[in-house]
């Protein structure tokens, strides 16, 4: 299948912001921005923006209004990518308020992670659209020369990027073997609360990336059960786990649970080459993945290698 993939990005073009998810403080947006203009980027903030929620403090505003400004800035022609302000969550409440027909015909840039997972899922099913699975405009200013490097790269050649710069050291085999396929995956909690819904992951012969934070070793145990449950995990071609990250704060100390001894417990029975230990997602200094576009996974060179361009 070929993916509709946003054109490269080129210094000079504009820019959008939006907030689906939850609301981004004053000082961390105008960081964000500047970091995109110091780059040669134009920047337009989504009408709400800075929207509060009237009844409650973790939304960035109604989902009609928040929804309204990716649809606006979709549909605009002078706008060539869009960057979500941060995580947290609300992405989930938007997909009946979304545009899809008029999404798909405006393929853009699409940047973020976490509960933007939600978002990549749907992008995917009911657009076809390759996005990147990359810091917030909150993260983008406090990336290393590294990350920011694969970051701009990505979003402004039309070229495969090739093999991502992740030090194998620092990287666990957990089934051997090598695989290639698309990207797809996320914050496991978004995967697993999206069965069911016209968003569920697809899977299906592809390289899934898994990550998450915040989660104590039970509750990702039951996400990825979940998973599992659905058929999803089976379908895969292979993994790419990331971290758990902050899970020690649920933890005995010492832990009697640890994230290594889940994804044996899960993953190794699979028998998919997987690795884990990739930085993406909750972590300093996260490598952005364009998901939708066709990689190779060694297992045991625990490499992972984009054979594909992420934008035309």
């Known amino acids: 299948m070929v993916r509709r993939r946003p054109r490269a990005l080129r210094p000079g073009d504009t820019l959008g912001v939006a907030s689906p998810s939850g609301p981004i403080e004053a000082e961390a947006l105008q960081a964000g921005v500047a970091a995109l203009e110091a780059r040669g980027y134009r920047v337009v903030l989504g009408e709400h923006v800075r929207d509060t929620h009237p009844h409650n403090n973790y939304l960035a505003g109604t989902d009609a209004d928040r929804a309204a400004d990716l649809n606006a800035l979709f549909a605009r022609e002078d706008i060539a990518g869009i960057l979500c302000a941060r995580g947290g ?11 899809w027909q008029a999404i798909a015909t405006h393929p853009k840039v699409f940047v973020g992670f976490s509960d933007i997972t939600s978002l990549h899922l749907a992008l ?40 991502l710069p992740a030090p194998p050291e620092t990287i666990q085999t957990l089934v051997p073997g090598s695989v290639e396929g698309e990207m797809a995956g996320g914050c496991l909690c978004l995967l697993a609360h999206a069965c069911g819904s016209s968003f569920a992951p697809d ?4 390289i899934v990336l898994i990550e998450d934070v915040n989660e104590a070793i039970y509750r990702a145990d039951r996400d990825l059960t979940q998973l599992k449950n659905a058929g999803l995990l089976e379908e895969a ?59 190779r996974l060694d297992a045991d060179a625990r490499t992972l290698t984009l054979l594909e361009p992420a934008t035309r």
């Open 203 to 206: 899977f299906r012969g592809k």
């Open 124 to 163: 995917e099913r009911h657009a076809d659209l390759v996005t990147f699975h990359g810091p917030t405009l909150f993260g983008l200013p406090k990336l290393d020369l590294t990350a920011a490097g694969v970051f701009w790269q990505l979003l402004e050649s039309p070229e495969p990027f090739g093999p």
């Open 237 to 295: 071609a292979g993994f790419v786990i990331g971290a758990l990250s902050d899970w020690p704060k649920h933890e005995d100390d010492p832990p009697r649970n640890t994230p290594e001894a889940l994804w044996r417990d899960i993953f190794v029975p699979l028998g998919k080459p997987t690795i884990a230990g990739f930085p993406f997602g909750h972590v300093p200094n996260a490598l952005t993945l364009p998901l939708g576009v066709r990689a």
């Open 89 to 99: 969550y609300g992405a989930m409440r938007l997909m009946d308020h979304l545009d």
